[in-house]
């Protein structure tokens, strides 16, 4: 159940508070029902020495109530629940644009702030390629490949998520003002696990990273040095248990070192999009089936029957030219074309150049 206007006020408080990150927070709201009860009559709170910020916490419920932002709390069946999975998800997330590309199929690209141009070509060609057929591109909207990811998707069907380490009533760094603008009216969003007016520190970094990677199905690391940030998101993606892909380079690239360092560990070594698709075939099953009810569209597959079920089965998640597709199925050109057309519109699959491939959503 999802908390009253009243208890908001108070989850806000803490949220704010020095001392009480999303481990703390997490396991207070996990033992107290009444949030108000943590509070003296003088609205000290009991649990943390300090006094609440009301006045930043009047801010955060007033940003709350412009038409495109959203402040989630871990209670809300919007709560994307792959986040919901890892052990220090944020107890509350701050979302500005579309809410409902949280539940999206997504694929988190990361990588160097600096890469090469041959690097930031292959992020926007990935990117638009895994945005085309049904993926939302998640990264962190920093410059290089963060920016590159974003912009490939915008390229794609703009489905793209930006997580960031500040309150989203500011956009860091400055020079991408630009590009949330872009992400925003692309329909893409935002997302923040902090308050208003909170600025991007150092230290905010590592943990935007975390929601980085526990969005996404997989983290695909196209370049990086081995002392990048992006093998943090890396890292807390294995530890989340999610897959995590690079892209190998020049033995003589600083920017390759830790990708392949990555790959020694046990990372996917990736040269296509395919790469990545075919490994994350054997999770859909699992991910495309959330804990909510089936959708509208979803029963309208069902209802166009077994024969569309049949050649559905026969198109993969990669692009999938039309002639294996007739080949596969053992129906004529013009039936595959004309069923395909009657499965593009309900939504199951997209056209891709090539061919098609299963739509993820």
Same mark, same amino acid.
């Given at each position: ?7 908001? $006020?108070? %989850? ?5 508070? =020095?001392? #009480?990150?999303? @481990?703390?927070?997490?396991?207070? *709201? ?50 994307? $629940?792959? %986040? ?5 998800? =944020?107890? #509350?997330?701050? @979302?500005?644009?579309?809410?409902? *590309? ?52 915008? %390229? ?7 997580? #960031? ?35 991007a520190l150092a230290g905010h970094f590592p943990r935007r990273n975390r929601i980085i990677s526990g969005l996404s199905v997989g983290t695909l690391v196209v370049e990086a040095a081995l002392n990048s940030g992006s093998l943090i998101t890396a890292k807390q993606a294995l530890e989340q248990g999610r897959e995590v892909f690079a892209i190998p380079g020049s033995i003589h690239s600083p920017l390759a070192k830790g990708c392949h360092g990555l790959i020694r560990q046990g990372a996917k070594l990736v040269e296509t999009a395919k790469d990545v698709l075919e490994e994350l075939d054997s999770l859909m099953k699992y991910v495309m089936q959330p804990e909510r009810t089936v959708s509208k569209d979803a029963k309208t597959s069902v209802a ?58």
């Open positions: 159940m999802e908390y009253s206007e009243d208890q908001w $006020r108070f %989850l806000l408080a803490l949220l704010r508070i =020095p001392g #009480v990150g999303p @481990v703390k927070l997490s396991a207070i *709201l996990e033992q107290c029902s009444d949030l108000s009860t943590l509070f003296d009559a003088k609205n000290h709170c009991q649990v943390m020495p300090g006094t609440a910020d009301w006045r930043a916490v009047d801010k955060d419920l007033k940003w709350g109530q412009n038409p495109d932002c959203t402040i989630l709390s871990f209670k809300n069946v919007l709560y994307p $629940r792959l %986040l919901k999975e890892i052990s220090n998800a =944020p107890p #509350v997330l701050f @979302v500005r644009g579309n809410i409902k *590309l949280l539940e999206r199929l997504q694929i988190a690209m990361v990588g160097s702030r600096n890469p090469t141009s041959a690097g930031a070509e292959t992020a926007m060609q990935f990117a638009e390629y895994f945005s085309k057929v049904g993926f939302t591109i998640t990264s962190g909207l920093a410059v290089g490949i963060d920016a590159a990811a974003h912009q490939g998707a915008l %390229l794609g069907n703009g489905s793209t998520i930006a997580v #960031v380490a500040h309150g989203l009533d500011s956009v860091y760094p400055a020079v991408h003002r630009d590009l949330t603008t872009q992400i925003i009216e692309g329909g893409g969003a935002l997302v923040s696990e902090f308050p208003i007016g909170v600025g166009l029957g077994a024969p569309y079920e049949t050649l559905l089965r026969e198109v993969g998640y990669e692009c999938t030219p039309l002639d294996l597709v007739v080949l596969r199925s053992g129906l004529t050109a013009q039936k595959v074309s004309s069923m395909l057309l009657e499965l593009e519109l309900q939504g199951q699959v997209v056209s891709v150049p090539g061919g098609y491939a299963r739509a993820l959503t």
